[in-house]
């Protein structure tokens, strides 16, 4: 464990605010405990001492100025007067340009001998200039939430801490598409071997290819920045926590060094051990080994592993939030929010409402919701993390601006653009503050304003932002990266929707040789371009071409999602929809039946994909009856 910065914190207030001085005493240690990185040092005085409590120093104020000196920042809090020693130490602490946090209390009624007194105070008050933070205040309850505030706010900035907890997984679609095949095949090959236990020598044929095929998917996942990234930071974070356990468990060390050096199943052997010689510490371990088998994309164990921390320690914050992650990056938005909720309950009742990690929860249950299609929940829960932000950051920072975007984006899924691009734009305004010179974030909000101006048939405006992103990413990424390729394909689908097919084609293509040099002939975002491109194709009324790349995106679908999949359903209907064109009825019946099939294992029976097969489906039955009989 890193060593913590100690910050040393001065509270002086007259004797008839002790309600005040004791809040005050509270409310830094609820930071001290969730600054994990600071040690916040309490520093008080009594004012009924006498001189004689301070041997050797000419008067208190002069025995008090020592620890004055040595602090960070001093709090002060007024009432009915500012009496002789406290305004010492208040003119001490200003030349010695400490942070000053000052605090007046409202509602003082003076009597006679009482006024001149307040009346020094208010004079004071009134000298006070913008170096001092100055807050007036009603109730101890008003003081206790404003100090609480402030002072994160301050040690927030100060010191660069972040938010506790982690935020939800921001992998791409398509590795989330990878992510989840894994797991189910995972799942597969579980049932299988415990199957052959059973009845031996059954279906090994079936695990050896399901392995074969997961195998397949970690070499796909491998190839990704954004899943290296991951991994790299997943490493690191289990490298820190077997770091603090090194000096007190051989075993621990031991694994430490073989992760160090990549070598996980000998890591594990030593966690296993440890686990079984340090009960006080499985939790942790259990953790650990999570991470471990998640370092390998061993979903389903990595998933135990997880259950069994939490069933140690239920009421572990990090835990909860971290297997809610996992839980979602695998589809398993249930089970997430499940986790989120919990982690959110404890936290609340140990850090309180206005921390900056109850906006991490609400923040990761939003994107849970939007996840699972809820969207008017997501954005409730975006609107409960942002005025937490906003009081812990300040307004131009750059979370309260993803939250903004997270905002923009269920907006967007609603059919609702205009508050999509008003909530883009506040995005994108607090960023163009924060990265006068551009920046990665930058253009995903340009990309979301594009992308809300063609879903409202605005194609002209949407390319103009894709124009404005491209160089930004290009700064960033090169010319050869997954992301320029998804940029490619936003422009491609723009002008096949004003129907510039040819233009459409050429991004299309460009989008598909880099996405090539990257991941190969095969991989779910080469699926997309290919069906894009059918599209497109279809459209030109070149049919056979359409029917070409249809099915290379059909067969690259099987391969990575099986052979059942709602897009594996969308891809045959478009397959249905060229041949139907050709007038080839049968074959076009053919396939808009196993869309439907398809479709109808993944989807309510209302929904607008099913019922457009269906009466794609009728159109063809009809033709074909009216078709004169063959001579």
Not at 5 to 11: A, P, Q, R, V
Not at 22 to 30: A, F
Not at 112 to 117: F, G, K, L, M, S
Not at 349 to 358: F, K, Q, R, V, Y
């Amino acid at each position: 464990m890193a060593d913590k910065t100690t910050i040393k914190i001065f509270i002086a207030s007259s004797a008839e605010l002790k309600e005040e001085r004791d809040k005050c005493i509270l409310v830094i240690r609820q930071l001290n405990n969730s600054h994990e990185n600071l040690d916040l040092t309490i520093i008080e005085w009594e004012y009924n001492m006498v001189h004689s409590n301070f041997p050797g120093a000419v008067n208190i104020q002069a025995a008090i100025n020592p620890s004055l000196q040595e602090s960070d920042l001093a709090v002060f809090i007024f009432y009915s007067k500012i009496g002789k020693y406290t305004r010492e130490e208040f003119d001490y602490a200003q030349n010695e340009k400490k942070t000053i946090f000052s605090f007046f209390k409202k509602g003082f009624s003076p009597v006679a001998e009482t006024i001149q007194p307040y009346a020094d105070l208010l004079a004071f008050k009134k000298s006070l200039d913008d170096t001092v933070l100055y807050i007036e205040y009603n109730e101890t309850t008003d003081f206790e939430k404003e100090l609480y505030i402030n002072l994160n706010l301050y040690l927030s900035k100060k010191y660069a801490l972040p938010a506790a907890g982690d935020t939800a997984s921001t992998l791409s679609q398509s590795n989330l598409e990878l992510i989840k095949m894994l797991a189910v095949k995972d799942e597969q090959i579980k049932k299988l071997n415990e199957a052959l236990v059973v009845r031996p020598g059954e279906k090994d044929g079936q695990v050896a290819q399901l392995h074969a095929e997961s195998d397949d998917i970690k070499t796909q996942l491998l190839k990704s920045e954004e899943i290296i990234k991951q991994q790299a930071k997943d490493k690191e974070e289990l490298q820190k926590q077997l770091a603090s356990q090194k000096e007190n468990d051989d075993l621990k060390a031991k694994a430490l060094t073989e992760i160090e050096k990549g070598n996980y199943s000998e890591a594990e052997a030593h966690l296993k051990e440890s686990a079984k010689a340090s009960i006080a510490d499985t939790a942790a371990t259990f953790y650990e080994l999570a991470k471990i088998k998640k370092l390998q994309f061993q979903y389903t164990e990595a998933s135990g592993y997880y259950e069994l921390a939490l069933k140690i320690e239920p009421g572990n914050g990090l835990y909860l939030n971290e297997a809610g992650i996992f839980a979602a990056e695998q589809g398993y938005f249930n089970k997430a929010i499940g986790y989120y909720e919990l982690s959110l309950q404890i936290e609340l009742a140990t850090l309180g409402e206005h921390h900056p990690s109850i906006a991490v929860r609400y923040n990761n249950l939003g994107l849970a919701w939007f996840s699972k299609g809820e969207y008017k929940k997501a954005i409730d829960y975006y609107e409960k993390a942002l005025p937490i932000y906003i009081a812990a950051y300040g307004e131009q920072q750059a979370q309260v601006a993803i939250v903004y975007n997270n905002i923009g984006l269920s907006y967007d899924a609603t059919g609702n653009y205009e508050k999509a691009i008003d909530y883009y734009e506040s995005a994108l305004a607090i960023f163009e503050i924060l990265f006068p010179g551009g920046d990665s974030q930058i253009s995903t909000f340009y990309n979301n304003l594009g992308l809300s101006y063609y879903n409202k048939r605005q194609f002209d405006t949407a390319i103009d932002y894709y124009n404005k992103c491209l160089p930004l990413d290009e700064k960033t990424y090169g010319r050869i990266h997954p992301q320029i390729a998804i940029l490619y394909n936003n422009f491609g689908i723009a002008y096949h929707e004003k129907g510039d097919y040819n233009t459409a084609l050429d991004y299309f293509e460009k989008a598909l040789q880099i996405d090539k040099k990257i991941y190969g002939e095969a991989h779910p975002q080469i699926t997309l371009l290919y069906s894009n491109m059918g599209e497109t194709y279809r459209m030109q009324k070149e049919y056979d071409t359409a029917i070409e790349y249809y099915n290379k995106a059909i067969a690259i679908d099987q391969q990575f999602l099986g052979y059942e999949n709602p897009e594996l359903g969308t891809r045959y209907n478009n397959l249905g929809m060229a041949l139907y064109n050709k007038k080839e009825y049968p074959e076009a019946i053919e396939y808009f039946g196993k869309s439907l099939l398809n479709l109808q294992k993944f989807l309510p029976p209302e929904h607008p994909n099913i019922e457009r097969v269906m009466q794609n489906l009728q159109l063809a039955k009809n033709d074909l009856a009216s078709q004169p009989p063959a001579v």
